[in-house]
């Protein structure tokens, strides 16, 4: 048996929404699998190595390893967190949280003077990554985690000229999974970061809303004028703050605000959208009316609270050390997160979203 591929079948299984029963019979295979075989495997040193150990088993293959350790912490860590098993018995008795913290205990002890994490003394880019998503996952506070990205980004596994790490598609992939998510400064809620607008325009304000020419016009249009002048993006449920450009008094001359969102004379536009769609109105102050337009948007997909395509474990890390008053989650990230009620979010995240958003990374709905 590999171990790697053990720890990535269950995870495939998983993906495709194979009803695992939350039974302790064993006769259910994820339980056989987990205590029968895999906690069994465990070395003493918390460790498992590339192949079940048996007597013809080479010895090199015996002994343990970063890969196949990474890969099957995580897997015993979301199996742990959708059945809530911890002790059961196969023969002897196995604790699950056990298998976690000696996993975790074991990559530990791989890390490096140079923050990297491999077997024989060597750091490698892949098992560096490998290691710190897994004690990431058991621990997202371990002290080993800001040496392997410092490792990652700036020593000696740092990427190359062109941008990769090792010129290896795969392993690239997998260091960029341990970055944590940016979310650049966009000044005019154009949709377009300021440092984009800087780079595109030279020195053109990033306060000025670009694209007035791809807004949706509402029949409101001054005359001679076929766009709006002016247009913005919002996001749900995110607080939206802008101040228009000219000399106040501002008021609302006629079309709709989205709501939730306000003109204050002098001229600042605020508060939190709560409906989507696209709003068009007109404004007027001392320089004469505008046409202007909002478009209210959900911000990439509910559970997917990093963006990175894929609802999944590190999702649910993020939402829980928020809630546990850990880390704060983004402003953008924040409606990402608001899962309960389905389809119609309450603006507050509790363990009611925390339990959705586990079901949806484990494909149960």
């Not at 984009?196 to 807004?215: C, F, H, I, Q, T």
């Not at 536009?269 to 478009?295: C, E, H, K, R």
Request: glycine residues 10%; negative net charge; contains cysteine.
């Amino acid at each position: 048996m590999s171990i790697p591929d053990t720890a990535l079948g269950l995870a495939a299984l998983r993906q495709t929404g194979y009803a695992y029963t939350n039974s302790t019979d064993q006769t259910n295979d994820l339980f056989r699998a987990l205590y029968c075989v895999v906690l069994p495997s465990q070395r003493a040193d918390g460790g498992w190595p590339l192949a079940r150990p048996l007597a013809t088993t080479p010895a090199n293959l015996g002994e343990s390893a970063v890969v196949s350790t990474a890969l099957m912490l995580q897997a015993l860590k979301i199996t742990q967190i959708a059945t809530g098993w911890i002790n059961q018995t196969c023969i002897a008795t196995y604790n699950l949280s056990d298998g976690v913290n000696n996993a975790a205990i074991y990559l530990a002890t791989q890390q490096h003077a140079d923050g990297g994490f491999g077997v024989k003394g060597i750091s490698t880019p892949l098992e560096t990554a490998l290691a710190y998503a897994a004690i990431f996952t058991a621990n997202p506070n371990h002290a080993t985690l800001t040496p392997a990205q410092d490792y990652l980004l700036t020593g000696a596994g740092k990427p190359g000229t062109n941008g990769s790490w090792g010129n290896d598609p795969f392993v690239t992939a997998l260091v960029l999974k341990t970055l944590p998510a940016t979310t650049l400064a966009d000044t005019d809620k154009d949709g377009i970061p300021d440092a984009v607008e800087l780079v595109m325009s030279g020195s053109y304000a990033p306060s000025v809303a670009d694209g007035r020419n791809l807004a949706t016009g509402n029949g409101q249009s001054q005359p001679g004028t076929n766009t709006t002048l002016f247009a913005a993006t919002a996001y749900l449920n995110v607080p939206f703050s802008l101040g228009l450009q000219g000399s106040a008094p501002f008021s609302h001359l006629s079309g709709q605000l989205p709501p939730g969102l306000s003109l204050s004379s002098a001229g600042l536009i605020s508060g939190t959208p709560n409906q989507l769609g696209d709003f068009n109105f007109v404004y007027g102050n001392a320089g004469g009316q505008t046409v202007a337009a909002i478009s209210v948007i959900t911000q990439g997909t509910p559970g997917d609270i990093n963006s990175d395509g894929a609802i999944d474990v590190a999702d649910v890390v993020l939402l829980q050390r928020h809630i546990l008053g850990l880390a704060g989650l983004a402003a953008n990230q924040i409606p990402l997160a608001d899962l309960v009620p389905a389809g119609q979010p309450d603006g507050v995240l509790d363990v009611a979203d925390m339990q959705r958003l586990i079901r949806l990374s484990l494909e149960l709905e």
